[in-house]
C-alpha cells in the first residue's frame, strides 16, 4: 500500500511492540502493562554480526540479553582450554542475568550465529530504576530472584543426577 494512502492514526498493534516481547521473557512475565511499558524505557537494543562476541569469558558482566531475533551460541573452555557448546539459543531466550546483580567475571563466551538484535538490560538501569521507580524495580527483581532460584534449583538436580550415576554398576556388574 502506497504510504500516502495508509492511515495516519492507526497505531502498531501491542504486539508488535518491544513491552509485549518482553512481557513473553519469563523474568518480566509477572509485570503488568504499564511496567512493561516502563521496562521498554529502560533497556538497549544492539545488533550482531554472524560470529561477533557479545562478551567473553572472563569479562566483568555488566547486564544481561534477551535474543529479540537472530541466535546466540555460548560456549565455556573445557579442562583442555577447549570451547565446549553449551547452549545455542534462540528469539525469545535470555542469557547474563546473574551479572543484573553482581559485577562478576563471565563464566562463559557469548557470540552471535546470525543476524542478531538483542535487548540488553544493565546492572546500572536497574540501579537507577531502583531509586526512582522501586515498586517496579522490585517486580524485576522478584522476577529475576525467581529465575536463578530455578535455575539454580536445576543445576543441583543435575549434580545430584551425576554423583549418584557414577555409583551406579556398570552393565556387566552385580549388584
Not at 523474568?27 to 511496567?35: K, P, V
Not at 555460548?74 to 582450554?81: A, L, R, S, T, V
Amino acid at each position: 500500500m502506497d504510504p500516502f494512502w495508509s492511515n495516519i492514526f492507526r497505531k502498531p498493534g501491542y504486539k508488535a511492540t518491544l513491552a509485549y516481547f518482553l512481557g513473553s521473557v519469563p523474568i518480566f512475565a509477572s509485570l503488568g502493562r504499564r511496567d512493561l511499558n516502563f521496562l521498554e524505557t529502560l533497556v538497549h537494543l544492539r545488533n550482531y554480526h554472524p560470529g561477533e562476541t557479545i562478551f567473553a569469558e572472563g569479562d566483568i558482566g555488566s547486564g544481561m540479553y534477551v535474543i529479540r531475533s537472530g541466535g546466540v551460541r555460548i560456549e565455556m573452555k573445557d579442562e583442555q582450554g577447549e570451547n565446549r557448546v553449551q547452549a545455542d539459543l534462540e528469539a525469545g531466550d535470555f542469557f547474563g542475568e546473574i551479572a543484573l546483580t553482581t559485577p562478576q567475571p563471565r563464566i562463559a563466551t557469548a557470540t552471535a550465529t546470525e543476524q542478531t538484535v538483542l535487548v540488553g538490560l544493565f546492572r546500572a538501569d536497574i540501579l537507577d530504576a531502583v531509586r526512582k521507580h522501586p515498586a517496579i524495580a522490585s517486580k524485576i527483581l522478584l522476577g529475576l530472584t525467581r529465575i536463578l532460584s530455578q535455575r539454580l534449583q536445576h543445576a543441583g538436580l543435575r549434580l545430584r543426577e551425576q554423583s549418584y550415576s557414577h555409583l551406579e554398576p556398570s552393565s556387566g556388574e552385580q549388584p
